[in-house]
């Protein structure tokens, strides 16, 4: 089992940036990647970005391409979305995910492990 805690939510102001932070610890060395998702009120959640651990591939939802960057630190078990120019929209509920099975990275059930989530709220 892998543990996950995000920290690095807030409010920020339209056009702010913010940088989220995923520290995992567990079995981690047998992630195959992991991912940002996230949950507006009353929306289903929704796939944000994602990272592979082996090789270095990232992947991102057409609304947060060219604004959102995934990277990680594989020495620290750290993944990391910087947020720039934010927008109303990009506000939420954002999770960190793991999984262990390779596959279309995009599919939240695929994903065997999350944290507890971090609130984004981006003011207009």
């Known amino acids: 089992q892998v543990q996950l805690v995000e920290s690095g939510g807030g409010l920020v102001q339209a056009g702010g940036s913010l940088r989220l932070s995923c520290a995992a610890s567990?079995?981690?060395?047998?992630?195959?990647?992991m991912g940002w998702f996230r949950q507006a009120p009353g929306k289903e959640r929704e796939f944000v970005a994602a990272i592979k651990w082996s090789i270095i591939s990232t992947y991102y939802a057409d609304p947060v391409k060219g604004r959102f960057t995934i990277s990680r630190d594989n020495a620290k078990n750290t993944v990391y979305l910087q947020m720039n120019s934010l927008k109303p929209e990009d506000t939420g509920v954002y999770y960190c995910?793991?999984?262990?099975?390779?596959?279309?990275?995009?599919?939240?059930?695929?994903?065997?492990?999350w944290g507890q989530g971090t609130q984004v709220t981006v003011s207009s």
């Open positions: 995910a793991s999984r262990r099975v390779a596959g279309f990275v995009a599919i939240a059930d695929e994903y065997d492990s």
């Open positions: 567990g079995r981690t060395s047998s992630t195959y990647a």
